[in-house]
T-cell receptor, first 108, second 116 residues
């Protein structure tokens, strides 16, 4: 299957800081999604972004499919941004392969 | 409200016992999925189903079984053959819309399974 690597594994931010999370994948994809898992375990879909750039409030994402990576940007971080961010990919199938995640801690 | 429900929130299994985790969705989604998450790790796919009465094994299907008799429901049974079942189990669903496979997955709140 497609291998997914996320970096960094852990990130500690001061409230108000900006950050970039990276997702590298080993093969062609036509499905790429970013998720946020809150401290209670609930996963929320942030972006569906197999290519191009999208923005939603303080979050934005860019996928460069030809170079096999995606970036998630968090601007003006808030304590509610804490949690684990997962990148998941797929190719010609609805099932997804997940990375190990980036754990983000935002301190007040 | 539309969404995905999972029950129970916590489940305790005794050695040699089969247990069933419930997943129900009212989003009218065709596809449903079961994932396992171990502490500090990503999600691994157990089984998925794209249509009623059909399902496929994921990456870690051994020791698990599923059924898809109704569009809304995709229960997961953790059998006694699964030797290390303690984990967080997440159910998801998505639409299926042709050949581009471009559909967002939506997740339920999860079930934590502990072995006594």
């Amino acid at each position: 299957g497609i291998q997914v690597e996320q970096s960094p594994p852990d990130l500690i931010l001061q409230e108000g800081a900006n950050s970039t999370l990276r997702c590298n994948f080993s093969d062609s994809v036509n499905n790429l999604q970013w998720f946020h898992q809150n401290p209670w375990g609930q996963l929320i879909n942030l972006f569906y972004i197999p290519s191009g750039t999208k923005q939603n409030g303080r979050l934005s994402a860019t996928t460069v499919a030809t170079e096999r990576y995606s970036l998630l940007y968090i601007s003006s971080s808030q304590t509610t941004d804490s949690g684990v961010y997962f990148c998941a990919v797929g190719f010609n199938d609805y099932k997804l392969s997940f990375g190990a995640g980036t754990t983000v801690t935002v301190r007040a | 409200d539309g969404g995905i429900t999972q029950s129970p929130k916590y489940l305790f299994r005794k050695e040699g016992q089969n247990v069933t985790l419930s997943c129900e969705q009212n989003l009218n989604h065709d596809a449903m999925y079961w994932y396992r998450q171990d502490p500090g790790q990503g999600l691994r796919l157990i089984y998925y189903s794209q249509i009623v009465n059909d399902f496929q094994k994921g990456d870690i299907a051994e020791g698990y079984s599923v059924s898809r008799e109704k569009k809304e429901s995709f229960p997961l049974t953790v059998t006694s053959a699964q030797k290390n079942p303690t984990a967080f189990y997440l159910c998801a669903s998505s639409m299926t819309s042709g050949d581009d496979f471009q559909e967002t997955q939506y997740f339920g709140p999860g079930t934590r399974l502990l072995v006594l």
